[in-house]
């Protein structure tokens, strides 16, 4: 008698609930993360402030009822751009990921490149995001290349390019005015003459910054010595002779002439080189003031040199915008990482939202059942419709992107306000935010001045600040 009531009862556990009564099956849309793991700007920060935002974004769909959620598929980019490249392939053609979102100038220009190269099967047909690309070739439609191939991207005719890192031409212009409001108009040693030195990677992002200083410092300041040294990007930085540039940069001669000793060195690199740079640059002794930029301010930096650089000087985008998504987001990553938000973290984080609520935007304009069926040119439409200026301003965080999946859900226009800063892609593709001049205290980053590039592109001083980041 206990065997057929045990059949029975497994038969029954086995059937299958009415087709009403089982839930929708929840559907994934993949967004490709292509940031640096190994290379010479590897942040784990990057990849965890990116994560944050997926899980804000899925806890938000569980909450609205949708029967879709968000995936990360992962690629090494090794801030290489070989490797970027074969990353997004990977990421676009074998995980079906929507959107890519990647790092620097180098990378995000070799990954844009797969859609002007005339083979089909490079074609990404999926938004680029950069996260921490800031070359001013980049999204300029006046862009200049031999490589036809490369002008076409830097470019970016066909719209699949954005960042929400800003263009190193604000900083430049802040670089500028910082360095010629010293002195008698920059000339700090008396001789007359303004010169300054610029070390910089010789790459799209460390060449193109150095160029948008050299220009705004010769308009500025007409007669001004400029002299501008790179290093190849792929030295290693434990043999490379850090020393020898130095005195490059601190003689008293500019391309061989003698010219006079230095009013200020800029250096332009990445962390792994600046580290070195700086070591060598305080073993010399001299007394040139160096102004560093934003790749300087890494925690890697930090940990490497210690009390050795503090008192040293920089400038950079901010690390947090203003307001309710920037407090959330600060909030949210200590609460996970235990340490508060670093440079780059909002950027990385608001690179993966703008992605995701354009696709949900764009999948609720085009009334489909399944999210899921958006494609990556339409996700590219809807990465300026996030920013609509009439639309209700939704923060970060899992109830801001509730919130903007209800406005979606009634057709009604969304205003995204990012943790960075506004995220408001222009017809470039670009952004503008805050910029920061930053002093190393007490073995942090602590913002001294800020810069407001939002309202006024001569990003005017807004106030002084004395905040640890």
Same mark, same amino acid.
């Given at each position: 008698?206990?065997?057929?009531l045990?059949?029975?009862?497994l038969?029954?556990?086995?059937? #299958?609930?009415?087709?009403?009564?089982?839930? #929708?099956?929840?559907?994934?849309?993949v967004?490709?993360?292509?940031?640096?793991r190994?290379? !010479?700007?590897a942040?784990?920060?990057?990849?965890?402030?990116?994560?944050?935002?997926?899980?804000?974004?899925?806890?938000?769909?569980?909450l609205s009822?949708?029967?879709? %959620?968000?995936?990360?598929a992962?690629?090494?980019?090794?801030?290489?751009?070989?490797?970027?490249?074969?990353g997004?392939?990977?990421?676009?053609k074998?995980?079906?990921a929507?959107?890519?979102?990647?790092? !620097?100038?180098?990378?995000?220009?070799?990954?844009?490149?797969?859609?002007y190269?005339?083979?089909p099967?490079?074609?990404?047909?999926?938004?680029?995001?950069?996260?921490?690309c800031?070359?001013?070739?980049?999204d300029?439609?006046?862009? %200049?290349?031999?490589?036809?191939?490369?002008?076409?991207a830097?470019?970016?005719?066909?719209?699949?390019?954005?960042?929400t890192?800003?263009?190193?031409?604000?900083?430049?212009r802040?670089?500028v005015?910082?360095?010629?409001?010293?002195?008698?108009?920059?000339?700090?040693?008396?001789?007359?003459?303004?010169?300054l030195?610029?070390?910089?990677?010789?790459d799209?992002?460390?060449?193109?910054? !150095?160029?948008?200083?050299?220009?705004?410092?010769?308009?500025?300041?007409?007669?001004?010595?400029?002299?501008q040294?790179?290093?190849?990007v792929?030295?290693?930085?434990?043999?490379?002779?850090?020393?020898?540039?130095v005195a490059?940069?601190t003689d008293?001669?500019?391309? $061989?002439?003698? !010219?006079?000793t230095?009013?200020? =060195?800029?250096?332009?690199?990445f #962390?792994?080189?600046?580290?070195?740079?700086?070591?060598?640059?305080l &073993?010399?002794?001299?007394q040139?003031?160096l102004?560093?930029?934003h790749?300087?301010?890494?925690v %890697?930096?930090?940990?490497?040199?210690?009390?050795?650089?503090e008192?040293?000087?920089?400038?950079?985008?901010a =690390?947090l915008?203003?307001?309710?998504?920037?407090?959330?987001?600060a909030?949210?990553?200590?609460?996970?990482?235990?340490?508060?938000?670093a440079?780059?973290? &909002?950027a990385a984080?608001?690179a993966?939202?703008?992605v995701?609520?354009?696709a949900?935007?764009?999948?609720?304009?085009?009334?489909?059942?399944?999210?899921?069926?958006?494609?990556?040119?339409?996700?590219?439409?809807?990465? %300026?419709?996030?920013?609509d200026?009439?639309?209700?301003?939704v923060a970060?965080? &899992?109830q801001?992107f509730?919130r903007?999946?209800?406005?979606?859900?009634?057709?009604?226009?969304?205003d995204?306000q990012?943790?960075?800063g506004?995220?408001?892609?222009?017809?470039?593709?670009?952004i503008?935010?805050?910029?920061?001049?930053?002093?190393?205290?007490? $073995?942090?980053?602590?913002d001294?001045d800020?810069?407001?590039?939002?309202?006024?592109?001569?990003?005017?001083?807004?106030?002084?600040?004395?905040?640890?980041?």
């Amino acid at each position: 008698m206990k065997r057929p009531l045990l059949v029975l009862v497994l038969c029954v556990s086995c059937n #299958p609930a009415p087709q009403s009564a089982q839930a #929708p099956k929840t559907s994934v849309i993949v967004i490709g993360q292509l940031v640096d793991r190994t290379g !010479s700007i590897a942040t784990p920060s990057w990849g965890e402030s990116i994560r944050l935002a997926v899980v804000h974004a899925n806890q938000a769909l569980k909450l609205s009822g949708k029967a879709v %959620r968000f995936e990360i598929a992962e690629a090494n980019s090794g801030n290489s751009p070989d490797m970027a490249r074969a990353g997004a392939l990977q990421l676009v053609k074998q995980q079906n990921a929507k959107a890519i979102i990647t790092d !620097s100038s180098q990378d995000d220009i070799a990954v844009n490149m797969l859609n002007y190269d005339g083979d089909p099967g490079h074609q990404l047909d999926v938004p680029i995001v950069c996260m921490a690309c800031t070359s001013p070739a980049i999204d300029n439609p006046e862009a %200049r290349d031999d490589d036809p191939v490369k002008q076409a991207a830097l470019r970016n005719g066909k719209r699949w390019n954005f960042r929400t890192t800003m263009s190193d031409a604000y900083q430049a212009r802040m670089v500028v005015h910082m360095l010629l409001s010293a002195g008698k108009k920059g000339d700090v040693n008396g001789d007359g003459k303004f010169k300054l030195s610029i070390y910089a990677s010789d790459d799209p992002y460390g060449r193109g910054f !150095s160029d948008a200083i050299r220009a705004d410092a010769t308009r500025a300041r007409p007669g001004a010595l400029i002299e501008q040294i790179f290093h190849d990007v792929k030295a290693n930085p434990a043999e490379y002779d850090w020393a020898a540039d130095v005195a490059k940069v601190t003689d008293r001669k500019n391309r $061989g002439k003698a !010219s006079g000793t230095p009013d200020a =060195v800029v250096e332009i690199t990445f #962390p792994k080189f600046s580290a070195g740079f700086t070591k060598a640059y305080l &073993a010399s002794g001299s007394q040139v003031r160096l102004v560093h930029t934003h790749n300087f301010r890494a925690v %890697r930096v930090l940990e490497a040199l210690k009390s050795a650089v503090e008192g040293q000087e920089g400038t950079s985008q901010a =690390v947090l915008g203003e307001g309710a998504s920037a407090q959330v987001f600060a909030e949210e990553l200590k609460s996970v990482t235990g340490q508060a938000p670093a440079f780059r973290d &909002a950027a990385a984080y608001d690179a993966a939202m703008t992605v995701m609520l354009a696709a949900i935007q764009a999948a609720e304009q085009r009334h489909f059942k399944d999210p899921a069926m958006v494609s990556g040119a339409e996700i590219r439409e809807g990465m %300026r419709s996030i920013n609509d200026p009439r639309g209700e301003p939704v923060a970060a965080g &899992a109830q801001g992107f509730l919130r903007a999946i209800q406005l979606a859900a009634k057709g009604k226009p969304i205003d995204y306000q990012g943790a960075s800063g506004p995220c408001d892609y222009d017809e470039r593709g670009d952004i503008v935010a805050q910029l920061a001049r930053f002093q190393v205290q007490g $073995g942090q980053f602590v913002d001294v001045d800020r810069f407001d590039c939002v309202k006024d592109p001569s990003c005017p001083q807004l106030q002084r600040h004395a905040e640890g980041r």
